[in-house]
């Protein structure tokens, strides 16, 4: 999964981010944040990964352990301590006694979906409400990940999209449209199984049927997220 999150840049730092969201960080001009390559070999992720420590230094002046879900030298995975102040944060990656800097602007909310390619195909699976079959809303083919289209379900037999994203923060509602379209959002809140994810469970409209490739857009607090896509049969 490849996924769209707010990116801290090191020395430099870009991206709003709220409290227990998932974030990535690159490093720039040498700077060093991981001594190995190693990832997280279960959903309770450590403080520690390849070496490598993560601190969240937020407004406050709090200084806090972030769980660490991938570490290289060329890229971290972490998680935004949830009790995180609002405002400019430092993010302190600390290796072999090195510590490089980088920060982030913590916020509320910042709702952010994960697509599965560059085209945005949503990280996403379509569950029906009464027969319970389970549709992604992707496949692989030719090497690549491309859309596998989904039902809109029907009236006695109503079909929901699972989104995966982060940027959440407290919140729990959301508003959503899938093809232009308003629709209901039943759940809005933590993925529960991984540290750091939201899910979003949206009704689809079955007029939609028939539709082929559709946006989707989830809003949290007048925020919009970026925009997925996925493809209704």
């Known amino acids: 999964m490849s996924c769209s999150r707010p990116t801290c840049f090191l020395p430099l730092s870009y991206g709003s981010i709220a409290p227990g969201a998932s974030a990535a960080a690159f490093p720039m001009f040498g700077a060093t944040i991981g001594a190995s390559t190693a990832a997280a070999t279960s959903a309770d992720w450590p403080a ?7 601190a969240v230094v937020d407004s406050a002046g709090i200084s806090r352990s972030a769980q660490i879900t991938y570490a290289s030298p060329t890229q971290v995975n972490y998680v935004v301590p949830d009790r995180t102040a609002r405002g400019m944060a430092t993010v ?6 090195t510590t490089a800097t980088g920060s982030l602007n913590v916020v509320v909310t910042y709702p952010n979906l994960f697509p599965v390619n560059a085209p945005g195909l949503a990280a996403a699976y379509v569950l029906r409400s009464v027969s319970q079959q389970v549709t992604t809303v992707y496949q692989i083919e030719g090497g690549k990940v491309v859309a596998q289209p989904v039902s809109a379900g029907t009236s006695a037999d109503p079909a929901y999209l699972v989104l995966v994203g982060s940027c959440l923060g407290s919140a729990s509602s959301a508003t959503a449209t899938i093809g232009g379209v308003s629709t209901t959002v039943s759940y809005a809140g933590t993925q529960l199984t991984y540290k750091g994810l939201d899910q979003y469970n949206i009704l689809i409209p079955a007029s ?8 989707v857009v989830v809003t949290v607090a007048g925020k919009p997220s970026n925009v997925v896509n996925v493809t209704i049969q």
């Open 208 to 215: 939609l049927a028939g539709r082929g490739s559709v946006d």
């Open 92 to 97: 302190r990656f600390t290796v072999n006694g």
């Open 48 to 54: 520690r990964l390849g070496g490598l420590a993560v």
